[in-house]
């Protein structure tokens, strides 16, 4: 069975960091495509970032370029995303999911991220 489980998510200011981890199971990181996709209240679900699954390539939303970074360690079977320079509008839900932008599929359960002063 494959599972995600993400974490790292919190209550930050504006101009804050955060990182946040997703810890696979059932499925190898490195072998599969992966993203994140995020949904504000009140909102549908929102892509944010691909990694490609040889790592090289990445690919992120323009809200998110420059700020956020996609990774993951194939040692530890996990995603991450860094975010830097968080603001307002970055309040949501954060799931890691399966699959690029174009075929995302399974996702985890999520991660609050609330920035606010």
């Known amino acids: 069975e494959v599972q995600l489980v993400e974490s790292g998510g919190g209550l930050v200011q504006p101009g804050g960091s955060l990182r946040l981890s997703c810890a696979a199971s059932g499925l190898t990181v490195s072998q599969n495509d992966m993203s994140w996709v995020r949904q504000a209240p009140g909102k549908g679900l929102e892509w944010v970032s691909t990694?490609?699954?040889?790592?090289?390539?990445?690919y992120y939303a323009d809200s998110v370029e420059g700020r956020f970074t996609i990774s993951k360690d194939n040692a530890k079977n996990t995603l991450y995303l860094q975010m830097n320079g968080l603001l307002s509008e970055d309040t949501a839900v954060y799931y890691c999911?399966?699959?690029?932008?174009?075929?995302?599929?399974?996702r985890g359960r999520g991660t609050q991220v609330t920035v606010s002063s």
């Open positions: 999911a399966i699959g690029a932008r174009w075929s995302l599929g399974q």
């Open positions: 990694i490609m699954r040889g790592g090289g390539i990445t």
